[in-house]
C-alpha cells in the first residue's frame, strides 16, 4: 500500500519568485514512481513531473523540478520563477512496480493550494 | 493529438435517479483509469481497465457503481440509485503500456451534484 502525505497549509509566493511544495510518502514497494499533478479551478488535473525510485538524477521538467531524497522518502516539487497562471492546487501522487502492470492506480495525497501574488 | 474527454461536465440529478458518464481516452493508450475526488481531497482510485478487461476495483466502487469498456477505447461509469454521498467530481485518465512511467493523463473531470 502507498500513502502520500501532504500538510502545508495554503502556500502564497510573490510572482517571478521559487516555491517549494512538500511531499512525503510511504511505501513498501521497493520500486515505485512519483508524479505532480496541478489542477487549476477548472477541474482538470494536468501532469507535471515525473520522478522513478531508482532514477539517478532528480527529474527537472521546464520550470518544475522535483527535489527527491529517498532515504527520507520526500518528493518536493520546486517551481522557479512563479507565474500568476501557477495559481492552482498541486497534488504528490505515486504508484508501486510490484510487476508490469500491477497497481496501475495512483494513490494521491489531500493536495496544497498555490496563491501567486503579483 | 486530442486529450482525455469526458461528457457530461456537470450533472445535477435527484437522489435515486441513475446517471452514466462517458469517458474518451487518448487515441492510442490502452489503460484506462476512473477516479473519484470530493471536495478538499485528492482523486482516490474506483477502477482500472487494459483494453476491455476490467483489471482492479476498488472498495469505493460499491453494487451500485458498474463500469465498462466495450471495445477497449470509449468506457462507460453508470451510477444507479444514486445518494447524496455520490456527489463528487468524477475524472478519467489514460495511459499507455510503458511499464517505467506509465503516466496518466486526465479529463476534464464529469461533477455530479445528487440532490
Known amino acids: 500500500a502507498q500513502k502520500i502525505t501532504q500538510t502545508q497549509p495554503g502556500m502564497f509566493v510573490q510572482e517571478k519568485e521559487a516555491v517549494t511544495l512538500d511531499c512525503t510518502y510511504d511505501?513498501?514497494?521497493?520500486?515505485?514512481?512519483l508524479f505532480w499533478y496541478k489542477q487549476p479551478s477548472s477541474g482538470e488535473m494536468i501532469f507535471l513531473i515525473y520522478?522513478?525510485?531508482?532514477?539517478?538524477q532528480n527529474a527537472t521538467e521546464g520550470r518544475y523540478s522535483l527535489n527527491f531524497q529517498k532515504a527520507r522518502k520526500s518528493a518536493n516539487l520546486v517551481i522557479s520563477a512563479s507565474q500568476l497562471g501557477d495559481s492552482a492546487m498541486y497534488f504528490c501522487a505515486m504508484r508501486g512496480y510490484l510487476s508490469a502492470g500491477a497497481n496501475s492506480k495512483l494513490t494521491f495525497g489531500k493536495g496544497i493550494t498555490l496563491s501567486v501574488r503579483p | 493529438d486530442t486529450g482525455v474527454s469526458q461528457d457530461p461536465r456537470h450533472k445535477i440529478t435527484k437522489r435515486g435517479q441513475n446517471v452514466t458518464f462517458r469517458c474518451d481516452p487518448i487515441s492510442e493508450h490502452n489503460r484506462l483509469y476512473w477516479y473519484r475526488q470530493t471536495l478538499g481531497q485528492g482523486p482516490e482510485f474506483l477502477t482500472y481497465f487494459q483494453n476491455e478487461a476490467q483489471l482492479e476495483k476498488s472498495r469505493l466502487l460499491s453494487d451500485r457503481f458498474s463500469a465498462e469498456r466495450p471495445k477497449g477505447s470509449f468506457s462507460t461509469l453508470e451510477i444507479q440509485r444514486t445518494e447524496q454521498g455520490d456527489s463528487a467530481m468524477y475524472l478519467c485518465?489514460?495511459?499507455?503500456?510503458?511499464?517505467?512511467?506509465?503516466?496518466?493523463?486526465f479529463g476534464p473531470g464529469t461533477r455530479l451534484t445528487v440532490l
Open positions: 520522478q522513478g525510485s531508482y532514477d539517478q
Open positions: 485518465a489514460s495511459s499507455t503500456r510503458d511499464y517505467r512511467q506509465d503516466t496518466q493523463y
Open positions: 511505501t513498501s514497494d521497493p520500486s515505485y514512481g
